[in-house]
């Protein structure tokens, strides 16, 4: 328990004396439920009902035999699809992997065995509990698997505290897909992984009567792969469509910021400047006949637009 951090401040929590609950410094109490501390709703609050984890509550013990159909009408194998999504994580037997929206743990093993330690969680206790079945009925070390009820949009965990963040099935329905995209990368650290899921169809397939099938008796088949909710601290991003084409799963690596530039590389060419003098040295413009005086003057002088125009008026302003 002593990982994780309060999801709306990323500082420490500690255990309540009697055990029952993690207290945050700002004194709220995150109750933990057959081992499960849950840090979607504070003690005291209640769980809403409806929206789109209605079914995820009520509907749980239906979820596995639902998952085993849609493999087997896919004409796909779950075991190599499974192990072939969580490959662009790279994981390494020391990693700390996050799974979230782990559902009923049908992965949570699977990076286990590739990994040292995974926190799975999931904003459904219901999946969570038939998760920690299974997890037990394979034996699971529980000092290796920690799970965890939790909103993707609000993880309990310090930045940079995972090598690794796995989301397999829920994307499209998040309320908020990028800021889920931005939380996973904000736990990942710097050089880590993200990869994150879900159905729809490649883009290319969309007139096929595979894709109009599979659309008619489930719309989530609709859904485009939110490429442009990927957060700017992404590099090497992949987005690959799976499992025949019906999923996308977008890759990435975790990097700090914006992409950087070199601002100060000088273009050769007759405009010349840079990157810098273009976008932050940008003056006002000048009358069409000045214009093309000043290109033809710097040509005679054999310099580029920019060099000319900085040299003259530097003379001009005496700096
Ligand atoms: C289709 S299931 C996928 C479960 C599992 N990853 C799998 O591949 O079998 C989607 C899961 O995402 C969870 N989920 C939905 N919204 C969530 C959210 N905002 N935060 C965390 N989990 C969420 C659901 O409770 C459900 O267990």
Avoid at 54 to 73: I, L, P, Q, S
Wanted: net charge negative; hydrophobic share 40%.
């Amino acid at each position: 328990m002593r990982d994780f951090v309060c999801p709306a401040n990323h500082r420490q929590v500690v255990l309540s004396s009697d055990g029952a609950s993690l207290i945050s410094e700002a004194g709220m109490h995150y109750p933990i439920r057959d081992g499960i501390p849950d840090f979607a709703i504070a003690a005291g609050e209640d769980i809403p009902p409806g929206g789109n984890q209605e079914f995820y509550r009520t509907r749980a013990h239906e979820y596995d035999r639902g998952n085993e159909v849609m493999y087997k009408m896919l004409l796909c194998e779950e075991e190599p699809a499974r192990n072939d999504m969580i490959r662009p994580l790279k994981l390494q037997p020391n990693s700390r992997v996050l799974e979230i929206g782990c559902g009923t743990c049908r992965d949570t093993t699977r990076l286990l065995n590739q990994a040292s330690i995974v926190y799975a969680g999931d904003l459904s206790f219901e999946m969570l509990a038939i998760g920690k079945q299974r997890l037990e009925d394979s034996n699971t070390d529980f000092d290796r698997v920690h799970l965890f009820r939790a909103d993707a949009m609000r993880l309990p965990f310090a930045d940079g505290f995972f090598d690794a963040a796995f989301h397999f099935g829920g994307l499209n329905l998040f309320p908020d897909i990028a800021g889920a995209l931005k939380e996973m990368a904000r736990v990942v650290k710097p050089g880590g992984r993200v990869a994150a899921g879900d159905e729809g169809v490649a883009p290319w397939l969309s007139d096929t009567e595979f894709a109009k099938i599979l659309k008619n008796s489930n719309p989530l088949f609709h859904h485009a792969a939110p490429i442009g909710k990927i957060p700017v601290n992404a590099r090497d991003v992949s987005c690959r469509w799976i499992l025949n084409g019906s999923f996308y799963m977008l890759t990435f690596e975790v990097g700090e910021g914006e992409p950087q530039l070199d601002l100060d590389v000088e273009f050769p060419g007759w405009r010349g400047g840079s990157h810098r003098t273009r976008y932050f040295g940008r003056l006002e413009g000048v009358s069409p006949e000045l214009r093309e005086i000043v290109i033809k003057q710097a040509a005679a002088e054999g310099m580029s637009i920019s060099a000319w125009l900085e040299t003259t008026l530097r003379k001009a302003t005496r700096t």
